[in-house]
């Protein structure tokens, strides 16, 4: 079985394992018993992704095909997830240039020229030029840039369109030219399976009238992993509100799978047991650690952000949101699930140089917060891999670096509310509204690069469910006491260190696992 080559019990001769540690790693001996999870291997890509794309189009789920929906004249809207994902980019050409030069032709070809792609931002930030380029390529970039191939403006209020509110309450407002479009098109890359769904269109077309409505504490804490739909109370709220804005928009979405090839080849050993390692392995490793050590952060964070992932495309569906979505979540948990039995008392976990909200920027603490408590805490199906009041330990230095460009509001939330409060509802009752409506944050959302004024809050508050569940944060190697007081953290010299200290909660025997993160996976704990 698969699922039996990627769970590891070490005993005493094994090998020591790697741990992302930023833009560096670390090489640890991990006690014997430890429970090593590491992802399944990258499912075989789709051998033409291009056929692949025209026949989901073309014998779509719930929906007529395409072609049949189109007529000349209509004026249609094709919407794209932003560079969130995939992590790190993917190499070229990018699964949504593959879906556009597949989809505009088509158009083209039943009289539709009233066409715009728009970035589904949300409340990220901008896409630069260059970014939009790569992403869709330079022919259909120049064809359509700037004027009709643009970043969604959730601050744009004349072009916002308020739908109504759901039985509970929640405000659907969206983008106008989507509304008053005859046809939306969603193009939708799933690597993991909180993406896609209602939430491409709902969310990600959205403003602060919608995004209150689930990016709060109440409905963080509802959620019994974010990674789990059917257990999300996120993923709920953003179901009632797609559900509103199909009674006035005709979607038609199409959803696409990767596998878990993230690592290029001089860096693929990353992905496997160390136990397996080749001489040759090992020697490439030493020689990449060598070689870092003699660059300064900023140059290993951007020599890997320029190392593109051989991700394949592994499935592709189109038609109507909800049942391609089930046909996605079903791929994306095949690709991902990794089948363990039971809890443990201390979770370990390395946290690389990047997350959905820092491509071609810096992961400063808040991200690494949500990387460790948001994503890596809730990257299960059941019941949380870590036992209730058990230790998390991650690796990272954690250093009070902040892109002022990109994450100007995330300054402010760390350095002034953070020390006063870490409480989430005390943060959204006191700040949250201040800073969604401050016009300096407004404007640099809308006229720079920057995530929106809020955006720091939506951060700690996914990580609200980990802060609940686990009973110490340990952070191995900190290169700041100060970064890790204001979280709510400890630290510890190294990773022995951190063990020795967490053993004072669990007791001398404990049961360890270590989530030999990335690429991305899940764990179905029985």
Not at 34 to 44: D, H, M, N, S
Not at 72 to 92: F, N, Q, Y
Not at 295 to 324: D, H, K, Q
Not at 440 to 451: L, Q, T
Request: charged share 25%.
């Amino acid at each position: 079985m698969e699922h039996e080559r990627n769970v590891v019990t070490l005993d005493r001769g094994s090998a020591p394992r790697i741990f992302w540690y930023g833009t560096d790693f670390l090489l640890e001996s991990l006690p014997p018993g430890t429970r090593v999870i590491y992802p399944r291997r990258p499912l075989q890509p789709l051998v033409d992704p291009m056929a692949a794309i025209r026949y989901a189009i073309t014998h779509p789920i719930g929906s007529d095909p395409l072609f049949a929906l189109l007529k000349p004249g209509m004026k249609v809207t094709i919407a794209l997830d932003d560079i969130s994902l995939p992590l790190p980019p993917m190499e070229r050409p990018d699964v949504r240039q593959r879906v556009l030069e597949v989809v505009l032709p088509l158009l083209a070809d039943y009289g539709v020229d009233d066409i715009d792609l728009v970035v589904a931002t949300s409340f990220h930030r901008r896409m630069t030029a260059a970014e939009m380029k790569r992403m869709v390529g330079p022919e259909i970039f120049k064809a359509y840039y700037p004027d009709r191939y643009y970043n969604h403006d959730g601050e744009d209020h004349e072009n916002m369109v308020k739908l109504g509110e759901t039985s509970h309450g929640e405000v659907v407002k969206i983008n106008r030219r989507a509304v008053e479009s005859d046809l939306v098109i969603y193009v939708n890359i799933n690597l993991v399976p909180m993406d896609g769904g209602h939430k491409s269109v709902a969310v990600g077309l959205a403003g602060y009238e919608s995004l209150r409505a689930h990016h709060n504490p109440s409905t963080m804490l509802k959620c019994d992993s974010y990674m789990d739909p059917s257990a999300s109370e996120l993923s709920n709220s953003a179901i009632r509100q797609g559900r509103l804005v199909q009674e006035h928009v005709k979607v038609f979405q199409i959803e696409t799978v990767l596998n878990t090839a993230m690592y290029a080849k001089q860096m693929d050993f990353l992905g496997r047991n160390e136990d397996e390692f080749s001489d040759g392995d090992w020697m490439r490793f030493r020689a990449m650690r060598w070689a870092l050590k003699k660059l300064p952060r900023a140059a290993r964070r951007e020599m890997f952000m320029r190392i593109p992932s051989p991700y394949g495309l592994i499935a592709v569906n189109a038609g109507a949101t909800e049942p391609v979505h089930e046909k996605t979540l079903e791929k994306s948990f095949e690709q991902y699930a990794v089948p363990v039995k039971g809890q443990s008392d201390i979770v370990l976990c390395g946290i690389p140089f990047i997350s959905p909200y820092n491509v071609n920027s810096i992961l400063n603490p808040l991200l690494v917060q949500v990387l460790g408590l948001g994503y890596l805490f809730n990257s299960y199906r059941g019941k949380p891999l870590i036992k209730k009041g058990g230790v998390m330990i991650l690796t990272h230095p954690c250093h009070d670096e902040f892109n002022t460009e990109h994450h100007p509001s995330y300054v402010e939330f760390f350095h002034r509310l953070l020390p006063e409060t870490r409480d989430s509802f005390e943060l959204h009752r006191r700040y949250e509204e201040k800073f969604a409506h401050d016009p300096s944050y407004i404007s640099m959302y809308r006229r720079g690069h920057a995530y929106h004024g809020v955006h720091p809050f939506y951060m700690w508050y996914w990580g609200d469910k980990g802060r609940a569940h686990v009973g110490r944060v340990i952070l191995a190697g900190a290169a700041s006491p100060r970064v890790a007081e204001i979280l709510g953290w400890e630290t510890a010299r190294s990773l022995s260190e951190a063990l020795d200290m967490a053993r004072d909660t669990t007791g001398p025997s404990p049961h360890i696992s270590m989530l030999h993160y990335a690429p991305i996976m899940m764990v179905d704990v029985e």
